[in-house]
Each structure stands twice: as structure tokens, then as C-alpha cells.
């Protein structure tokens, strides 16, 4: 039993979104399945780090749920990013996913999933990706998005679980950080980070991979890892 994690998947089964018109993204649904199918064993537990689906609203989705279910993996752990416009309330999530007979899928939102000994804790977060823009507009989206990340951590805690984080938004970009969600991350004491969200050469080299104050931080954005999901445990 291992535990994987990939961001950013963009799928786009159910609407027309061709992925594959970006440099990197060519042939990036069959590159996933490929990597997915060859490394990921039918006990393993996969974490998908936001921009699940290009799909406007769950219906639209649909397609590409499916696909997703049908991939090996015991549990899919869903957490938001800021493309997934399909996303409601969890309860409707939930009730869709159980309708259509969604059996592996999982919403990661205020709330935490045990991984043996560990708890996988995540939210969408948020950071500006441009250092000189005002950034004073977000600060209700980063506190709340703070909370969430606080909430998450505290119910693995709870259980006596260690807690690790993901999120699709990085909390430190370039010279950019969210300190709201850095605070929460320094005080449940965690020392590892994924995140996704930051595409392409040019974004990809003001990217943080390795230790920055106790946190040692992982970019699992699909076109940096080449669809490969990332096995961490």
C-alpha cells in the first residue's frame, strides 16, 4: 500500500478544453494514464491536488470522474483548485459521486483522511503570483483559506495522526508568500508541503522545491512532474 500524489490533472473528457494547445501538454491524458496504470496498484491511495476538470459544473465533470474511478487506486482524494468551477457543497459532491457510483473518489475540504499513521490534510489555498501587484483584495480569500488549512490539520491531530499538507495554490512563490497559511503550517508543526498550480519553464524556476524553514516543499504540478504521480509514502 503506497500513497501518490499529482496536481493540476486538467481534464477535459466532458467539454471542449484541449490541454495539449500549451507547450508540455501534449498527449498529457495518455502520458497520466500510462504512468498511472504502470506504478499505482489497486490498494494505493492517490491525492489530487486541484483543477481536477475543466467540466463547469459536476454534469459536465461526469466524463472525467469516471475516468479517474476507473484508474487503479483504492482512494482518489480530491482537494479544490481555483479551475475546478464544477465544485459545490460536499454534501452535493458526495451525493453525486455515490449516485453515479463514484466508489474511489474523495473530497478533501474540513476535513482529514488517515494514511496509516499519517493524515492527509489539504485545502485550495491561495498566494499572488505577482510580488508587485496589490494583493490587499485576497485577504478575506487567505484567511479563509487559512482556516480551512487550520481546520484540516487540527482533525488529524485529533485522531493522532502526523500531518502533512497539499494544496494547489504554492503558500511561497518567488519572493510572494501567504503568511496566513504559512502561520497555520508552522503551528501544527508540519514538514511537508505539495502543491501544484505553477505551469511552464518561465513559472516552473521561481517554483519552491526543498526546505525553507522547517518545511520542505514539492511542486506536483503535472507538467513539472510529466504526469508521472509522485509516490511519497
Not at 492517490?46 to 484508474?71: C, N
Not at 483548485?81 to 475540504?109: C, S
Not at 480551512?148 to 485529533?158: F, G, I, K, M, N
Request: with cysteine; proline share 3%.
Amino acid at each position: 500500500m503506497s500513497l501518490f500524489v499529482i496536481g493540476d490533472t486538467h481534464l477535459s473528457f466532458g467539454v471542449e478544453k484541449p490541454m495539449d494547445i500549451f507547450a508540455g501538454w501534449e498527449n498529457h491524458t495518455e502520458l497520466l494514464h500510462d504512468a498511472w496504470t504502470r506504478l499505482i496498484q489497486p490498494e494505493d491511495t492517490v491525492v489530487l491536488a486541484g483543477d481536477i476538470s475543466w467540466g463547469m459544473t459536476l454534469s459536465e465533470a461526469l466524463p472525467d470522474f469516471r475516468w479517474l474511478d476507473a484508474l487503479p487506486g483504492r482512494e482518489k482524494i480530491i482537494l479544490k483548485g481555483n479551475h475546478d468551477y464544477w465544485w459545490v457543497t460536499v454534501k452535493k459532491m458526495q451525493t453525486f459521486f455515490a449516485e453515479n457510483g463514484l466508489d474511489t473518489l474523495r473530497i478533501l475540504h474540513n476535513n482529514c483522511y488517515a494514511y496509516e499513521n499519517t493524515g492527509i490534510c489539504g485545502t485550495r489555498g491561495w498566494v499572488n503570483m505577482d510580488a508587485n501587484a496589490d494583493d490587499s483584495a485576497n485577504a478575506k480569500i487567505r484567511a479563509r483559506e487559512a482556516q480551512r488549512l487550520d481546520v484540516s490539520l487540527t482533525a488529524a491531530e485529533q485522531q493522532g495522526l502526523q500531518p502533512v499538507a497539499f494544496l494547489h495554490y504554492p503558500p511561497v512563490y518567488g519572493s510572494g508568500c501567504n503568511y496566513e497559511m504559512l502561520d497555520v503550517l508552522w503551528k501544527h508543526q508540519v514538514k511537508d508541503c505539495w502543491y501544484g498550480h505553477v505551469h511552464g519553464k518561465s513559472q516552473h524556476k521561481y517554483a519552491i522545491n526543498g526546505e525553507r524553514d522547517g518545511i520542505c516543499y514539492h511542486l506536483i504540478a503535472g507538467d513539472y512532474i510529466q504526469f508521472i504521480p509522485q509516490k511519497i509514502m
